[in-house]
């Protein structure tokens, strides 16, 4: 839940992406966004982070800080951080993301990570920076996947194309040495 400062709740989100063990109803990937001061937050929750198909509809939306509260632990720590960063560039909006058992980190809509602390070896601590809020939605937030794709594609036609006109070069003789 999202809640105001006068201790109204002004939203509620439901996380989507649920790992093997929670026992939850898992959501519907439904964007939830407010305005505090100006600036238009979104809120996905731990697991959430780890996919593309939410950070792409917030940043379809304009999202300029997404707010992830998420529970860690040793083994994914680390690698579940880099996709809190990821995300952040993917969608061109600020990362703050409140770790339990984990690393709690301020990221910039460009990747940078302003701040940080890793719990599990610094204990419980209070992160504070200036960070630009985001900077738009980008390509990857309108298109998805299918540019690279798209690309691929590309290069795999330009590769057997080359290697057709090999063929028929050594076929027909005039290969060049």
């Known amino acids: 839940m999202i809640v105001s400062d006068r201790g109204e709740i002004v939203g509620h989100y439901v996380k989507t992406h649920l790992t093997p063990f929670e026992p939850f109803v898992r959501g519907r990937g439904e964007p939830l966004q407010v305005v505090v001061d100006g600036v238009r937050v979104g809120v996905m ?12 509809r917030y940043g379809r939306r304009g999202v300029q800080v997404m707010a992830v509260p998420t529970l860690d632990w040793a083994s994914v720590s680390k690698a579940h951080f880099q996709n809190s960063i990821h995300r952040a560039i993917e969608s061109h ?33 209070l992160l ?41 070069a050594v076929e027909s003789g005039h290969e060049a040495d």
Request: with cysteine; aromatic share 6%.
């Open 45 to 56: 929750i731990c697991n959430d982070d780890n996919f593309t198909d939410i950070s792409r």
């Open 93 to 125: 909006y600020a990362v703050v993301r409140a770790a339990r058992n984990g690393i709690s980190a301020i990221v910039s809509p460009r990747g940078r990570v302003l701040a940080r602390s890793d719990h599990l070896d610094q204990g419980i601590g």
């Open 128 to 168: 504070v920076a200036d960070v630009p809020v985001g900077l738009g939605p980008t390509l990857f937030s309108r298109a998805g996947h299918w540019p690279v794709a798209a690309c691929a594609a590309f290069l795999a036609a330009m590769a057997a194309s080359a290697l057709l006109r090999r063929r028929l």
